[in-house]
């Protein structure tokens, strides 16, 4: 079971970046699939995750309405276009692939609950 993560980087604010979470060595179809930061100091986060069976999303508040969530079937990764970035968003971003379960999105997502796989991270800084 792999999960890689790229497209972090260096950005102003209000600026974009697209991470991507590339899965393999499990049944994509099969699993939930959460982003996740942790900015230094701080403990880490739930951010989005989506469902891939449904396509079933869930955003925490600090970031909806400027972060999107979506996979790619064929690819078998998982996206977060991040928009308006500001500098708080600044962290190390990770993905995360749980199995597909009676667990709510907003319960795995929020208490870091459920989770059976990790990437090993990419960082997003953002500058004011």
């Known amino acids: 079971v792999q999960l890689v993560e790229s497209g972090g980087g260096l950005v102003q604010a209000g600026g974009s970046l697209r991470l991507s979470c590339a899965a393999s060595?499990?049944?994509?179809?099969?699993?939930?699939i959460g982003w996740f930061r942790q900015a230094p100091g701080k403990e880490r986060e739930g951010v989005a995750s989506?469902?891939?069976?449904?396509?079933?999303?869930y955003y925490v508040d600090s970031v909806k309405f400027r972060f999107t969530i979506t996979n790619d079937y064929a690819k078998n990764t998982v996206y977060l276009q991040m928009d308006s970035l500001k500098p708080e968003d600044k962290a190390v971003y990770y993905c995360?692939?749980?199995?597909?379960?009676?667990?709510?999105?907003?319960?795995?997502?929020?208490?870091?609950?459920?989770?059976?796989?990790w990437g090993g991270g990419t960082l997003v800084t953002v500058s004011s």
């Open positions: 995360a692939a749980g199995q597909d379960g009676p667990f709510a999105l907003e319960t795995m997502t929020r208490n870091s609950y459920g989770w059976n796989y």
């Open positions: 989506i469902r891939n069976s449904d396509l079933t999303t």
């Open positions: 060595g499990f049944g994509f179809h099969e699993f939930v």
